[in-house]
């Protein structure tokens, strides 16, 4: 028999455990590592005071409107604004021809003189006629027809003085003036024309745009519940004078002067159940015009402790509720119904279904089902007033 040969010992050992080593390896490699949680962005809701604002659909209003129309009758002869212009109170807009105004002041004027002359005689003939009264050379009935004389003569000289002074009053109408600042619009009558005394048509209409107000609306349902809110102390009321009212055109762009609130109408409107609310703007530049529709903001009321969450963490479920995706202690997410208010500044104010501490996930919807555990980080800040900026733009 051969001698044995340890080499070749160690080589048939080999190869006996090579396959088992080579099965260890295949098991080592179809073994599944364990997949990380995925990382989603969250917030952390924090309560803090925050005003109720509303924002309300409301129209520009002029604060004043004035009628030009003639107070005397004749033909126009000169119009001497520029119409759209802006013009001052007093400003002369047209001249009606003033010469039959002139003449019939002259012929006041001579009617006066006349009675004043008659006046001067009826008083120098009751002085005469008291004296020989006093000297018994005449009865006291002259005396009285004397003083009676004079009386009439004062009365006709009062009243020519008021038909003077009504010629003069004439005259002055003949040259039409503006009633007040503000802007004159077309010129609806011209050289030559004919107008009337009291005529109901006008000459030119001037509005005064600055300031100038803005008239909204607010349903009574909307402003009831704001009220009751405010008695049962939910909100806190905020001073008349501390109200602030800010204009949103229609593109978007917040008017740069903010305003203040003048009343609230004390009816509701029969046919929209709306309640008539009026704010009034500084208007320097003449940006805002009568008609002009645009949206109010308006501050009615401060939150204490509201809770408030970017509008994309907000999710529709199947019955059309809202509800959000928040991240548990222990890292799994759940669903969590919530009832939200009015959008302000790209958020949605949440009344009911959250509070301080709640992680909310705002990003990441994709990567996880209810259920699952995921990594959450904090929102950045910077991104998250990029995006509410977004929102505001697509709003």
Same mark, same amino acid.
């Given at each position: ?25 295949? %098991?080592?490699?179809? /073994? ?14 924090? #309560?803090? =005071? ?11 209003? #002029? ?6 129309? #003639? ?26 021809? =003033? ?27 009751? %002085? ?16 009285? %027809? ?31 003036? /503006? ?57 806190? /009321? ?17 008017? =740069? ?14 046919? $929209? ?10 208007? =320097? ?18 939150? $204490? +402790?509201?809770?408030?969450? #970017? ?17 548990? +202690?222990?890292?799994?997410?759940? $669903? ?8 302000? +500044? ?26 699952? %555990?995921? +990594? ?13 900026? $977004? ?5």
């Amino acid at each position: 028999m051969p001698p044995f040969d340890a080499r070749f010992a160690g080589v048939v050992l080999l190869l006996a455990v090579m396959p088992l080593l080579a099965a260890c390896n295949e %098991k080592s490699a179809a /073994a599944p590592q364990p997949a990380r949680p995925p990382e989603v962005s969250v917030v952390s809701v924090v #309560p803090i =005071p925050r005003p109720i604002v509303r924002e309300l659909p409301g129209r520009i209003a #002029p604060t004043r409107v004035a009628d030009v129309r #003639p107070r005397v009758s004749g033909i126009i002869v000169e119009r001497t604004f520029h119409q759209g212009s802006e013009v001052k109170a007093g400003d002369v807009l047209y001249r009606i021809d =003033p010469k039959p105004f002139e003449v019939e002041l002259q012929s006041n004027e001579a009617a006066l003189a006349k009675a004043v002359a008659a006046y001067d005689q009826a008083s120098q003939q009751a %002085k005469r006629v008291s004296m020989l009264t006093s000297q018994r050379a005449t009865s006291e009935a002259e005396n009285e %027809k004397a003083i009676g004389q004079m009386r009439q003569a004062e009365a006709d000289v009062a009243a020519r003085k008021a038909d003077v002074a009504r010629a003069k009053l004439n005259l002055e109408y003949a040259t039409i003036r /503006a009633p007040i600042d503000g802007i004159v619009g077309a010129a609806l009558v011209s050289e030559g024309a004919l107008v009337v005394q009291n005529d109901t048509s006008n000459l030119a209409t001037i509005q005064q745009l600055d300031p100038i107000y803005a008239d909204f609306t607010q349903s009574v349902t909307e402003m009831n519940n704001l009220r009751r809110s405010l008695a049962s102390g939910e909100f806190d /009321a905020i001073a008349p004078e501390e109200t602030k009212v800010r204009l949103i055109l229609d593109d978007g762009t917040v008017y =740069p002067f903010p305003g203040k609130l003048l009343f609230s109408e004390a009816k509701v409107d029969a046919y $929209t159940g709306q309640v008539t609310l009026r704010g009034q703007f500084p208007n =320097p530049n003449r940006e805002l015009l009568p008609g002009m529709y645009v949206r109010i903001s308006i501050e009615q009321g401060l939150d $204490t +402790d509201s809770i408030a969450i #970017p509008q994309q963490a907000v999710q529709r479920n199947g019955g059309g509720g809202s509800e959000v995706f928040i991240v548990k +202690d222990d890292g799994l997410v759940a $669903t969590q119904a919530i009832r939200t208010g009015s959008v302000q +500044d790209g958020e949605w104010l949440v009344t009911e279904g959250l509070k301080a501490g709640d992680r909310v996930i705002v990003e990441g919807f994709q990567k996880f089902v209810a259920g699952d %555990k995921v +990594d959450p980080k904090p929102m950045v800040e910077g991104k998250k007033a990029s995006d509410q900026k $977004t929102t505001q733009l697509k709003r």
